[in-house]
């Protein structure tokens, strides 16, 4: 079966994900166990799921497992118009409501408190019931020196805080690899938000990007990241010459180890699942390969 946009039959989608629902089930658990409240609450980045109307998305989501999803609402790869986002978001929320779902996780390009659009996005998401939205990225001009780059950042940071306190919202930033972005290093990430509370700006530890920058030293990271964690995000590479490159989850070069840490941290947050590998191929081939990669993360989280 081929999914069009807007144009699932619900029936035919229930026996194509059924499949992967005993996948997802946490193996040897019983039936008390299972009714016990979960620590963690699993969220799914939508990226690419663009073509797939509100209902049709929340049964997706709902049908895989998940509790919720990280929206995107930004200018690119976006699923909602962040300038509609009063008139977007009641309506996905009731749609994601009927599917006992949540916004986890609002995906922004917000960079700066006095940005235009950026207030107004943050009280409709506050107003919609959103805690947490992900930040756009810094990135540094690799022809000037970085630290005065980095100090310059240390009031932006702060303004996003104090926004955020006034709104009740929190904001989340992403490790993510890349000489000039800000945070692949993680030390310079930890500079600018290690006085400031993870209700107002915290970091999204992203696993496979701190082991793409960290190698051998990704516990490092983690260490340092851990008092500031505001979700997890779960993804997976190998080395294609000297680029990273997505791949499934528990096929490259993230290390499973992680994941018992982290069932040993304190962190009870959001963990959300991302598919890049999948971008181009279209909404089915997307939502099966963000069953497939839960299945693999369930799996290590339980053993």
């Known amino acids: 079966m081929t999914l069009t946009p807007h144009a699932i039959h619900r029936r035919q989608f229930s026996k194509l994900v059924a499949a992967s629902a005993a996948a997802l089930a946490l193996p040897g658990r019983s039936p008390a166990e299972s009714a016990a409240p979960r620590r963690f609450t699993y969220c799914a980045f939508i990226k ?44 996905l929320n009731e749609a994601l409501g009927k599917r006992d779902l949540k916004i986890t996780i609002l995906t922004t390009d917000i960079l700066r408190a006095d940005e235009p659009g950026a207030e107004p996005l943050l009280r409709a998401a506050v107003k919609n019931g959103v805690s947490r939205y992900r930040l756009g990225f810094h990135r540094y001009d690799e022809r000037q020196p970085i630290l005065p780059q980095l100090a310059a950042l240390e009031p932006v940071f ?78 997976d590479f190998r080395w294609n010459g000297r680029k990273s490159q997505h791949v499934p989850l528990g096929t490259g070069r993230v290390d499973p180890t992680f994941f018992q840490l982290l069932r040993k941290s304190e962190f009870a947050g959001p963990i959300s699942v991302h598919v890049e590998y999948a971008g181009d191929q279209g909404a089915q081939a997307n939502v099966e390969a963000l069953e497939r990669d839960f299945a693999t993360l369930r799996n290590w989280m339980s053993s």
């Open 48 to 91: 690419f799921l663009t073509d797939l109307d509100y209902d049709e998305l929340a049964d997706a989501m709902a049908e895989a497992g998940f509790d919720g999803i990280e929206l995107t609402a930004r200018k690119k790869e976006s699923y909602i118009d962040p300038a509609r986002a009063e008139e977007e978001l009641p309506r």
């Open 158 to 235: 702060r303004d996003l805080a104090a926004l955020n306190r006034e709104l009740g919202i929190a904001a989340l930033y992403q490790n993510h690899c890349g000489a000039n972005k800000l945070g692949a290093t993680v030390w310079d990430l930890h500079r600018l938000i290690e006085n400031l509370p993870v209700s107002e700006i915290g970091c999204v530890f992203d696993i496979r990007h701190a082991t793409v920058e960290g190698g051998e030293a990704w516990p490092v990271y983690w260490d340092l990241m851990k008092p500031h964690l505001g979700a997890i995000s779960v993804k």
